[in-house]
Nanobody
Framework: QVQLVESGGGLVQAGGSLRLSCAAS????????MGWFRQAPGKEREFVAA????????YYADSVKGRFTISRDNAKNTVYLQLNSLKHEDKAVYYC???????????????????WGKGTLVTVSS
């Protein structure tokens, strides 16, 4: 069982930046594919970004490509999401996700997630 705890959300002005963190429990973090998803008010949860076990491969939703960056530090059992050039439409609860081996990564959708965090809220003001 893996527990995921997100942090770093908050209120930021449009055009600003935030860095989200997701700390994972356990000693097998480096064998998990990790990802970020988000859910805006009144909308379905959607894929944002994913990263492979060693960080060498990443995928992004088209809506965040070039603005968001996913990274991981396996020594710290932590995955990050750097959010730059934030827009009002980025307002959402951001969820961390993990997939145990064979660590299949997501490219879209929300299926096939083994573990979810409880989320952290990002609010973007005009």
């Amino acid at each position: 069982q893996v527990q995921l705890v997100e942090s770093g959300g908050g209120l930021v002005q449009a055009g600003g930046s935030l860095r989200l963190s997701c700390a994972a429990s356990g000693r097998t973090f480096s064998s998990y594919a990790m990802g970020w998803f988000r859910q805006a008010p009144g909308k379905e949860r959607e894929f944002v970004a994913a990263i492979s076990t060693n960080g060498g491969v990443t995928y992004y939703a088209d809506s965040v490509k070039g603005r968001f960056t996913i990274s991981r530090d396996n020594a710290k059992n932590t995955v990050y999401l750097q959010l730059n050039s934030l827009k009002h439409e980025d307002k959402a609860v951001y969820y961390c996700a993990a997939n145990k081996p064979p660590a299949i990564m997501w490219k879209s959708g929300t299926g096939g997630v083994d573990y979810w965090g409880k989320g952290t809220l990002v609010t973007v003001s005009s």
